[in-house]
T-cell receptor, first 114, second 115 residues
Framework: DAKTTQPNSMESNEEEPVHLPCNHS???????IHWYRQLPSQGPEYVIH???SNVNNRMASLAIAEDRKSSTLILHRATLRDAAVYYC???????????????FGSGTQLTVLP | KAGVTQTPRYLIKTRGQQVTLSCSPISGHRSVSWYQQTPGQGLQFLFEYFSETQRNKGNFPGRFSGRQFSNSRSEMNVSTLELGDSALYLC??????????????FGPGTRLTVL
């Protein structure tokens, strides 16, 4: 699996935007970029995913570089509830009958300051 | 829609014993994956089941095994427990269909402590 590189930790002030970077220079053409986060004492939860174009959903936005070697998860207004470990994961395209496992790195610990 | 449920939530065992953990996926989801989370190794993939068949397996010894039933519920078993097996065991379910979405929904985990 292609690897991702993320900063170990980041801090943000409440109600300010947060940009979480991820480098994936060895990404292949069929790799999707997924983001999951893990809140304290909970299992990971899906945040967003994309292939080539920027993506938006109710939780966040995903900005993908034109060469796809890096991406940025954007939380538009951080809240205290967004404090979590954020994982950037590359995942090959799905096929019927297989979820294709997630390969987690160490992620970025996001601290949100009140 | 009920989420992924795992039982038990907490478990204490001693070395040499065996343990069985249970996972009930979201209704309609046919794929179940298991992960182990430890402070030292982070989240690591154990195996995935789809339609009662193991589809993928991570790099874990044969003491770790699993199965899936016809109703998609899954169990994982660890035999001859070692201290290093102490971890949070997470189950994730997915539709398993061919789509670009295929996100995995995680349960709260089972915290296993081996003494």
């Amino acid at each position: 699996d292609a690897k991702t590189t993320q900063p170990n930790s980041m801090e943000s002030n409440e109600e300010e935007p947060v940009h979480l970077p991820c480098n994936h220079s060895t990404i292949s053409g069929t790799d999707y970029i997924h983001w999951y986060r893990q809140l304290p004492s909970q299992g990971p939860e899906y945040v967003i995913h994309g292939l080539t174009s920027n993506v938006n959903n109710r939780m966040a936005s995903l900005a993908i570089a034109e060469d796809r070697k890096s991406s940025t998860l954007i939380l538009h207004r951080a809240t205290l509830r967004d404090a979590a470990v954020y994982y950037c994961i590359l995942r090959d395209r799905p096929s019927s009958g297989s979820a294709r496992q997630l390969t987690f790195g160490s992620g970025t610990q996001l601290t949100v300051l009140p | 829609k009920a989420g992924v449920t795992q039982t038990p939530r907490y478990l204490i065992k001693t070395r040499g014993q065996q343990v069985t953990l249970s996972c009930s996926p979201i209704s309609g989801h046919r794929s179940v994956s298991w992960y182990q989370q430890t402070p030292g190794q982070g989240l690591q993939f154990l195996f995935e089941y789809f339609s009662e068949t193991q589809r993928n397996k991570g790099n874990f010894p044969g003491r770790f095994s699993g199965r899936q039933f016809s109703n998609s519920r899954s169990e994982m078993n660890v035999s001859t427990l070692e201290l290093g097996d102490s971890a949070l065991y997470l189950c994730a379910s997915s539709r398993g269909a061919a789509s670009s979405y295929n996100e995995q929904f995680f349960g709260p985990g089972t915290r296993l402590t081996v003494l």
